[in-house]
Structures are given as structure tokens and as C-alpha cells.
T-cell receptor, first 112, second 115 residues
Framework: ELKVEQNPLFLSMQEGKNYTIYCNYS?????LYWYRQDPGKSLESLFV?????AVKQEGRLMASLDTKARLSTLHITAAVHDLSATYFC????????????FGAGTRLTVKP | DTGVSQDPRHKITKRGQNVTFRCDPI?????LYWYRQTLGQGPEFLTY????????KSRLLSDRFSAERPKGSFSTLEIQRTEQGDSAMYLC?????????????FGPGTRLTVL
């Protein structure tokens, strides 16, 4: 069964600092997604990672994928308050593309 | 393209009542998904359609739940004889299967409260 674990679940950081969120998964996957969710809102797609070594960057966020380690990271550079949100990784099984599992989410708070 | 829309945004009902939610996907998308999200958790897959065919249902989807997508466009999710444990955010997402990424785009959700 595909399982997805994120850590940390809660992250409080100061503006200007760097940090990394980790996403581990249990079975072979060929697609990994990162989403952002603001309180009371729906999910916004941030990145899609399709292959080993894939790296995507958008502004202060950079996502990477290591399929051998079954690990993805979301790195935050010089955090700003606007990045405060919950970040989810979601993994699609290579054996059943419709089996997409979400992590529990990382609730990020960026303090001034 | 106005994105995925859902209606209603909020629904409060009494235990035992039936409720129906609607989802309008992005017009060119051929896949439509339903998820349930409870507080502090990630979305959990319920079911999905490719065009009008319902291709997969999660074990979470009990007999009280039914979903339809009659013309391959909008979809409805009905919950019969609601229970307090059904209280959650119900999210709809759509995607275009055939593109490499198959990114799912989510609607704003319907928040259900069962009293």
C-alpha cells in the first residue's frame, strides 16, 4: 500500500531564513506533486516532478525528487510571510496511476 | 477557463438527511476526482471518472455515497442518511488524462457539517 509521510508537520520560521520540508513515500512512483493550501481555501498546484533528479523552482520554492530514495524535498529560501500556508506532497503509484496519496501536510508559519 | 467550481460552498444538515454536491470541472478536462478532507489531514481519494465512466471507488466510499457524471461534464456526489462522521470538506478536482503530468486542479470545496 502506498504511504506518504511528510515532516515536519508544523514549521514556524522567521522571515529571511531557509528550511526544507521532506516527503517520503513507500512504493515506486512516477509522479510526485506539491500543493499549497491556504486556510479555508482549496489546493493550488505548485510543482510536478516526473523523473529521478528532477528539480523545479518557482520564486523562493524549489522542489526536487530522488526516486531511488523515494524522497522529495521542498526547499524554502529566504522565507517571507506570504509563504505561510499548508504544503502537501502527493504521490501517484507507478502501478496504479489513479492511486494518488497525499501526505498529512506541513503547516508553515513565517513570522516577521 | 474559470477553473473548477463546486456548489454549494457550505452545507449544514441534520443527521439522517440526504445531501447532494455538484462539481463543474475545467471544460477540456476528461477526468474528474472526488476527495474528502478532514481537519489537519491531506485529501483522501473517494472516486474518479474518466468522461462519464466511474472507473474507481475507494473503500472509504460506503453504500451511502454515490457519484455520477452523466454527460461527462459536471458531476454530483450524493450522501444518503448522513452521519456526523461525514462532516468534512469535499473536494473535486479535474485533469486532462493524456498529458504527461496529469496535474489535478482542485475546486474550492464544499464544507459539510452534519449536526
Amino acid at each position: 500500500e502506498l504511504k506518504v509521510e511528510q515532516n515536519p508537520l508544523f514549521l514556524s520560521m522567521q522571515e529571511g531564513k531557509n528550511y526544507t520540508i521532506y516527503c517520503n513515500y513507500s512504493t515506486t512512483s512516477d509522479r510526485l506533486y506539491w500543493y499549497r493550501q491556504d486556510p479555508g481555501k482549496s489546493l493550488e498546484s505548485l510543482f510536478v516532478l516526473l523523473s529521478n533528479g528532477a528539480v523545479k523552482q518557482e520564486g523562493r520554492l524549489m522542489a526536487s525528487l530522488d526516486t531511488k530514495a523515494r524522497l522529495s524535498t521542498l526547499h524554502i529560501t529566504a522565507a517571507v510571510h506570504d509563504l505561510s500556508a499548508t504544503y502537501f506532497c502527493a504521490v501517484a503509484s507507478a502501478y496504479n496511476n489513479n492511486d494518488m496519496r497525499f501526505g498529512a501536510g506541513t503547516r508553515l508559519t513565517v513570522k516577521p | 477557463d474559470t477553473g473548477v467550481s463546486q456548489d454549494p460552498r457550505h452545507k449544514i444538515t441534520k443527521r439522517g438527511q440526504n445531501v447532494t454536491f455538484r462539481c463543474d470541472p475545467i471544460s477540456e478536462h476528461n477526468r474528474l476526482y472526488w476527495y474528502r478532507q478532514t481537519l489537519g489531514q491531506g485529501p483522501e481519494f473517494l472516486t474518479y471518472f474518466q468522461n462519464e465512466a466511474q472507473l474507481e471507488k475507494s473503500r472509504l466510499l460506503s453504500d451511502r455515497f454515490s457519484a455520477e457524471r452523466p454527460k461527462g461534464s459536471f458531476s454530483t456526489l450524493e450522501i444518503q442518511r448522513t452521519e456526523q462522521g461525514d462532516s468534512a470538506m469535499y473536494l473535486c478536482a479535474s485533469s486532462f488524462w493524456g498529458r504527461n503530468t496529469d496535474t489535478q486542479y482542485f475546486g474550492p470545496g464544499t464544507r459539510l457539517t452534519v449536526l
